[in-house]
Each structure stands twice: as structure tokens, then as C-alpha cells.
């Protein structure tokens, strides 16, 4: 259902593929990875925020001038045929590791918490069977997803209410104890979280208000951002500095704190629930690297095997021999950089835009 | 992928039969007394009399088991023998012309109760509609009993549930649309619609896949209603069905389509949605208030009912430390006897209530239901003295087979309850997580489904916002002044909302 290039993602598509596209498992450590600010942690979402808005524009700007092309198709347009295909594959390459990120990060907290018996292999193959039914459906299949991962675990906000009631309020107090290389390093060791802004760009051409795309897509942003603070601020109230900085999962701990009278090891609902968010996240990584393979392989025309063979590729990475030194090389310093690299590409493509409008123009 | 390649190899197998039929196929059989005779014979019911009208010869041909003798005589021999100086198309009042030149048309009529006259020297056909057979007559639907409202439901004899429809809906806009259906039962499906109400595309669809179907013949409409589904795969139904005549003259108000199969009191009700599935007729009778709880109590039972027993799988399996301590003391107590593994201990227990209530469902009543309780009693009691299960267990079996059974829509408990094992046998892989893993999936399956186009998960995939006020709680009926989004009907207010 709803397959095929044609505009199908209406505003409520935009507001949750932008919101799951960010965050993800990641936010199980964001207080851990933004804690070289110390207790000022809570003010990077701020930041973030403004970032992610003033980074949409140059993006947006570069769809509208293609409204009907994804960045792949774009590349090939402005930068040549050729050098094009050679942008795609790189893109496709992060996409991938995307994936296998974002899987990896999941099934591990699965095995270390919920299934301490097991390896990651059965996790990871149930893991990507569902996920290759989602991506099957289409980009508004995930749409439809996004919005239920969003639903299904949003009311977890709840739960922060026991780290409030153990609360120091003081520790919200901004301090200047860092400086600004203390705040680059934390904004970019939490950068995970936010590289899903650049998915945009594929997704555009789908969008049936694309006049309105820039504002549906701040409102995802905004939500997440909302969330992101929630657990930013019950971090910081909650734990000390040390903890932040020595726990790896601070969001774990959080759940840990909660006391029902009739269920125990919250943190095991917790981490499940966010399967729908990891795979939410993680299907429109996969999406976008099936364009990729369909962009590079069969002239932009949908193969449903190349998503097979990509998930096959992506569960290889997460599950296969590969050296876990390797594994948090690429995730850790390829992912970020070539996502960053993602969010300057636009305003590199628009410059050659204009340039090639200049000279068509010209002659 | 596998779907496309069997779709491919059935169409292939279809193609070349027809290609087969195409070479053997000749120009349609002109109708003599030589070719009736040859092609009814072996027909023991068929009654083929020579007869003479004004001296001359004329052949009556019927079925005598879908006539009447005494229709027989008022419809046909009494006015023939009262032809004076008429013809005998001006006696038989309700007699048409037949096409001599069609074989086949003439014995569909014959085998469809016309009494068809054969003037073999005007080489000319007459046939009088004389089909006049028993009929069950108009009861309570018993399989879906309510307290308030109507309480008449469709019979097998399509007219008759027309005419049930037609009795409360007296509009020329109220559209019926007969097809023949069926390469060898040759019978009839009625579409029916409101055709200033209804999504034209809609009915086009229904239309363009009722007439697309080639089968040897649909016994029950279930059986059609899966054709026209656009996943057959989906464990879950995709349009709704019903015997009663209220739910489907609302339905059809609401601008859905209604199909109805000759010899099937159930009519098929397209688009539905999920939440449709939970919703009976009586909801709209009763109080918002009651009607809201009674939903909302329908939509928890599905969940509970597909996730309680695999949680008590996972938990025991995977995650005891989730229980409390007074909890798990009592569980632990309980399973002390049992040897079997919660998974497989809940299988068996599962499997156990599946036999009784097909053995209960397979005898005759009062034997079903001597079964069933006795079978209840005594294989729970025994199974908890011989360690097969534990009594938690029986309770949580039982509740969750009696929260099966809530969804009005039979197919929809026969759904939930087959993907309950799914969730069982994925609680007791991978626990809780296997039991989200499989959730993702479900949810993802069903926010996929189609029905007739249009998401089955409205309107939790928004259509329209007015569609929750009649979804899982009901508001006041004069709140309800939109037509639901999944029927995309051409008139979307029911009244004008400037009313007092």
C-alpha cells in the first residue's frame, strides 16, 4: 500500500519521521555522552535546537529547488553523473552504519539487561525481520510506525517522576565552570542524536505540503528536543557529576529508580518499549540506504531485493565477526563525521546551484 | 516476492486454460428440441412436457424442484388454457422473450426455476419466472443477540434480505447492483449502496473485483468476502460482516457497501476498520456512557487477551525479578508440581481449551455445552493434580479465552486467537522483548492493511478527528454529525449542523 513515487506524507508523516529519525537508543546515554559540561547538561538541548534550525534551512532550501528528487538524484544533477554516484555510495555507506549502529546499540542493552543468556544473533535476526516489514511497506509505512513507536513509548515520561522525587534542584543552577571546548566536545560526543536531521533530504520529494515541510519538521524537532530535555534535566537532578560521567546508560538508571508496587526491574518494560523507537529510527536509515542501492545499482528504480541484501549487510555488521574495535571506529568517528558532512552538503550543493543557474542563465 | 511468483504462476496456469477454452469455444448454440434434450439429460427433476397451444406444438420445459405444481398451474397452464383468442405472451403476464439463438442463457433460466415455453414451429422461447421453493423464514440472528433494537436478521434467500433492506431505507438513491457469480453455481451476489452517499470509487472497486472473479462457485459469502480482501494473508478480517439488518442499513447510511450472496444470510460490509471489529449495533442504542465503557472494555480485552498468557510465559521464563516478592512466592507455589516449561505448559493448557470449545462447537447444543463445562472442570482440576499446568494458569487461560470471544466479529476472535500463540511462542523465546518484537510487528501489520483501499487502522491513522468520536468511546449521539473518514463518502455531514 501507498508504494511508488508519488506524494503520500502528510503533516502528522513529517512531524514523526523527523521526531524518530532523532535520538533512538542513543538516548539511553546522552546524559553520559553530554556530561563533560558537567550539570550544565541540560542546556545543550537548547543549543541543539537552534542548530538543527538554522541547519534545516540551507536543506530545505535545496529540496525546493528539487521538489521531486531526493539528495541522491540531486548529487547526481549538480555534481556529475559519475562523482554523483560516488557521493551516493558514501551516503549509502553511512546509511549502513547507521543501521548497524543503531541495531548494535539496541541488542546490546537488550543482552546486558533483559536476556543476559543470550548472544545478540537471535535478537538481531528478529530484530531485522521486523524491521525489513516495516521499510517494505514503504516510506509512509515508517511514517505510520514513527507515530506509534512515538505513542507507544512517550507516556514513559511518567516514569521520570521518581527522579524528580528524589530530586536536587540546585544542581539546575547554570554554572561556568567549563569552557567552550568542555561544550564542542559534549555537543559533538551528543551528536548521534541529532544527525537523523539530515534524512529530510530523501524523504522531501514525498511530502504533500512541502510549503509547510521546514515548519512540520521544527515541530518533530521540538518534540524531541522536549523529550531530550526531560531526560537532560531528570539526569541532572538525579544523579551527581560523577555518575553522569561514569554510568554509560544514565536513562537505564533512571528507570531503575522507579518503584511500583506491583511490577519490579522497571528498565526491563523500559528498554523493550524502546524497540519501537530503535527500530522506528533504524528503518528510516534502512530506507534511505535501499534508495542509495537502488540509486547506484538499477538507475534509481525500486528493487525490493536490494533492501533485503542491505539488511543482510547491516545484521552482518551488528552480528558478524567483526572487530569491536572496528565496530566503535565506525560508529563513533565515521557515523558522526560523514553525518556532519551530511549537514554541510546542502549548502556546498546549493553554492553549485546557483552557480550552474548563473551560468544557464548566462548562455 | 513468493506472493508475486505464485500470483504469476496462477495467472499463467488461468491463462492457459482459457486459451485451451478459446480453441474449443464455438459460436453460441442455437436452441432446438434436439439440444434441450441432449443438454438436460441425466436430470431427473427436469420435466420436459409437449404440450399444444391453439394446435400448436409447444414444449414446456421447468425444474420441478424449484417450482411449485400449483405455481405451475396459476402462472402458466391456467391462463394457457384460458388463451382464448390471445396470444400466449398476452395470457403469461409475466412472461419475456428468450434468445433462441443462446443455448446456455435458455438453461441458466431453466436451471434457475423459469418455466421456459418452446414454440418449436415459430422457433421462439417464452419464460415465466416460476421459481417457488420453501424459505426459511425471518428470525433473530443468533449469533448476534442483542437486548435493544431490531431483532430480525438475513435469511439465505437473497430477495428476501433485499427486501429487508428495502423495507427501511425508501430511497431511489438506495442502489442494487446483481452480478452472476460462479462458472458453475451460476449465482447471484447483490451490491447494494447509497449512491449519493457512497465514494463512487469505492463502488467501482467493489464492482471492478466482484466482476474480476473467476471461481467455480462461492458456497457462503464468508468464502467470497476473503476474495475480495486486499491482503490475504492478514490473519485479521478486512471488511466487516453481519446478519443483522439494522448493522447493515447503518452501514450503508454511513456510505459503506453491502454484499450479499444468494443462499448466505451474512452480508459483507466494506470498507471496516479495526476498531470496527469491537463494535456492535447495540452501542448505538445504548447510552454514550455505557456504550463507551462496553468499547473501551472490547479494545482492553484484545490486548489483555493476546498478551496475558505470553506474559506470564516471559516473566516466568526470562524475567521472575520483574515480580514482586509476594507474587512470585505465590506463582512459584503454584508451579511447584509442574515439570513442563511455562511455554509449553501454557501451549498445552492453550491447545486443551482450543479442543474444547471445537468439540463444543461440533455437537449438537446441549451436548456442546455439557462438554465444554464438564471438560472445563475436570481436565483444569486434573491437570493441576497431575502437574500439567498450574491453577494461575487455568485462571489466566480461561480469562483470556473468554476475552477472545468479546470482539463481535467471529473472525476477528479467530484472529486474535491464533496470533496469541504467535506471542506465546514469542514470550517463551526471547521474553519480554520477543513479545515487543512481535507487537512491532502486529502493529506494523495492521497499520499496513487496507481495507478496500483506505487504512484499516482508522482512525488511529487519522482520516478524520470526528471518526474518534465514534471509535473507542462514543460521544452523545448529537455530537455525531460527520460520516465516518474510512467510508470517504460523498456527503460527509448527516444532518445540516445549523439544526436546533
Known amino acids: 500500500m501507498d508504494k511508488g513515487k508519488f506524494k503520500k506524507l502528510n503533516k502528522y508523516h513529517v512531524i514523526f519521521l523527523t521526531n524518530c529519525s532523532l535520538g533512538g537508543m542513543y538516548n539511553f546515554s546522552i546524559s553520559h555522552n553530554l556530561s563533560t559540561v558537567g550539570h550544565n547538561l541540560w542546556l545543550i538541548p537548547f543549543i541543539y535546537f537552534i542548530l538543527a534550525t538554522i541547519l534545516l534551512i540551507p536543506m530545505l532550501r535545496l529540496c525546493s529547488h528539487y521538489p521531486s528528487d531526493t539528495l541522491y538524484v540531486i548529487n547526481e544533477k549538480l555534481v556529475g553523473k559519475w562523482l554523483g554516484k560516488g557521493v551516493n555510495v558514501l551516503i549509502l555507506l553511512y546509511a549502513i552504519f547507521q543501521v548497524a549502529s543503531e541495531t548494535q546499540l539496541h541488542v546490546r542493552i537488550v543482552q546486558s539487561v533483559t536476556l543476559p543468556n543470550y548472544t545478540i544473533l537471535f535478537t538481531t535476526i528478529t530484530y531485522f525481520l521486523v524491521m525489513v516489514c516495516i521499510v517494505n511497506g514503504g516510506i509512509k509505512s515508517i511514517a505510520r510506525f514513527s507515530m506509534l513507536a512515538f505513542f507507544m513509548t512517550v507516556w514513559m515520561g511518567y516514569y521520570s517522576q521518581w527522579a524528580f522525587g528524589d530530586a536536587i534542584f540546585t544542581h539546575l543552577f547554570p554554572r561556568i565552570e567549563q569552557g567552550v571546548s568542555h561544550w564542542i566536545l559534549a555537543m559533538h560526543q551528543g551528536s548521534h542524536t541529532m544527525l537523523g536531521l539530515s534524512l529530510i533530504l530523501f524523504y522531501y520529494p514525498y511530502i ?50 522507579v518503584e511500583l508496587s506491583n511490577v519490579e526491574r522497571i528498565e526491563n518494560l523500559g528498554i523493550t518499549l524502546y524497540i519501537f523507537l530503535s527500530l522506528a529510527k533504524a528503518s528510516i536509515f534502512l530506507w534511505v540506504a535501499k534508495k542509495g542501492l537502488d540509486a547506484v545499482l538499477s538507475k534509481h528504480k525500486n528493487k525490493t531485493r536490494h533492501l533485503y541484501i542491505l539488511s543482510v549487510v547491516s545484521a552482518f555488521i551488528v552480528a558478524g565477526p567483526i572487530p569491536n574495535t572496528f565496530q566503535r571506529l565506525a560508529y563513533d568517528n565515521w557515523v558522526v563525521y560523514a553525518g556532519y558532512v551530511l549537514f554541510l552538503l546542502p549548502i556546498f550543493l546549493l553554492m553549485l546551484h546557483k552557480i550552474k543557474s548563473r551560468k544557464g542563465s548566462s548562455t | 516476492m513468493l506472493w508475486n511468483w505464485f500470483k504469476k504462476s496462477i495467472n499463467k496456469t488461468i491463462s492457459q486454460q482459457q486459451e485451451n477454452q478459446d480453441q474449443t469455444s464455438q459460436a453460441p448454440e442455437r436452441v432446438t428440441v434436439e439440444s434441450l434434450k441432449n443438454k438436460l439429460k441425466n436430470i431427473d427433476d427436469i420435466e420436459m412436457k409437449e404440450i399444444s397451444i391453439k394446435g400448436e406444438k409447444v414444449f414446456l420445459i421447468y425444474l420441478s424442484t424449484l417450482t411449485k405444481s400449483s405455481t405451475l398451474q396459476d402462472l402458466v397452464l391456467n391462463p394457457l388454457n384460458n388463451i382464448g383468442d390471445a396470444t400466449p405472451k398476452e395470457v403469461l403476464k409475466n412472461s419475456t422473450d428468450g434468445d433462441i439463438n443462446d443455448l446456455q442463457a435458455s438453461l441458466h433460466d431453466i436451471m434457475s426455476g423459469y418455466s421456459v415455453l418452446f414454440f418449436v414451429e415459430r422457433d421462439a422461447l417464452l419464460k415465466v419466472n416460476t421459481f417457488s421453493v420453501e424459505e426459511r423464514s425471518i428470525t433473530t440472528a443468533e449469533n448476534e443477540t442483542t437486548i435493544l433494537g431490531p431483532q430480525d436478521s438475513f435469511t439465505e434467500s437473497l430477495m428476501t434480505s433485499l427486501s429487508l433492506i428495502k423495507r427501511r431505507i425508501h430511497s431511489p438513491n438506495l442502489k442494487t447492483t446483481l452480478i452472476p457469480m460462479g462458472t458453475e453455481t451460476n449465482d447471484t451476489v447483490a451490491v447494494v449502496y447509497m449512491e ?5 470509487e469505492n463502488v467501482d472497486r467493489v464492482l471492478y473485483r466482484i466482476k474480476n472473479i473467476e471461481y467455480q462457485g462461492f458456497v457462503a459469502l464468508p468464502l467470497l468476502k476473503q476474495a475480495l480482501e486486499d491482503k490475504p494473508f492478514s490473519p485479521f478480517p478486512q471488511h466487516g460482516f453481519t446478519v443483522r439488518t439494522d448493522y447493515a442499513v447503518e452501514s450503508l447510511l454511513d456510505g459503506r ?9 451474512e452480508v459483507a460490509i466494506l470498507p471496516a476498520t479495526f476498531i470496527e471489529m469491537f463494535i456492535t449495533t447495540e452501542d448505538h442504542y445504548n447510552r454514550w456512557t455505557t456504550a463507551s465503557l462496553i468499547r473501551a472494555i472490547r479494545l482492553g480485552g484484545f490486548f489483555v487477551s493476546i498478551l496475558l498468557t505470553s506474559t506470564y510465559v516471559s516473566v516466568l521464563t526470562f524475567h521472575p525479578e520483574m515480580l514482586p516478592p509476594q507474587l512470585l512466592v505465590t506463582l512459584s507455589e503454584s508451579r511447584a508440581q509442574v515439570f513442563f516449561p511455562p511455554v509449553l505448559e501454557v501451549l498445552v493448557i492453550e491447545m486443551v481449551i482450543e479442543i474444547l470449545r471445537e468439540a463444543g462447537a461440533r455437537m449438537p447444543t446441549k451436548i456442546g455445552q455439557t462438554i465444554g463445562i464438564v471438560g472445563g472442570i475436570v481436565i483444569g482440576t486434573a491437570a493441576v493434580e497431575a502437574g500439567l499446568a498450574s491453577n494461575v494458569l487455568i485462571v489466566l487461560v480461561a480469562v483470556t479465552a473468554l476475552l477472545s470471544f468479546i470482539p463481535p466479529n467471529y473472525l476477528m476472535s479467530n484472529g486474535i486467537r491464533f496470533i496469541r500463540y504467535g506471542f506465546i511462542i514469542a514470550g517463551g523465546s526471547l521474553g519480554i522483548y520477543g513479545q515487543a518484537i512481535f507487537f512491532a510487528w502486529m502493529m506494523n501489520h495492521l497499520s499496513n492493511l487496507t481495507s478496500l483501499g483506505s487504512p484499516f487502522m482508522s482512525p488511529v491513522i487519522p482520516r478524520q478527528w470526528t471518526d474518534l468520536l465514534n471509535s473507542v468511546l462514543r460521544a452523545p449521539v448529537n455530537f455525531l454529525v460527520t460520516r465516518s473518514g474510512m467510508s470517504r463518502a460523498k456527503k460527509q455531514l448527516t444532518r445540516p449542523l445549523d439544526e436546533e
Open chain 1, 208 to 257: 504533500t505540503d512541502q510549503k509547510k515541510a521546514y515548519k512540520h519538521t521544527i515541530i518533530g524537532v521540538l518534540l524531541y528536543i522536549l523529550l531530550l530535555l526531560l531526560i537532560c534535566i531528570a539526569s541532572v537532578v538525579y544523579f551527581s557529576t560523577w555518575q553522569l560521567e561514569n554510568l554509560l546508560y544514565p536513562l537505564l538508571n533512571l528507570y531503575q529508580a
Open chain 2, 196 to 200: 449519493n452517499i457512497a465514494n463512487k
Open chain 2, 257 to 265: 457497501i453491502i454484499v450479499m450472496l444468494n443462499g448466505s444470510p
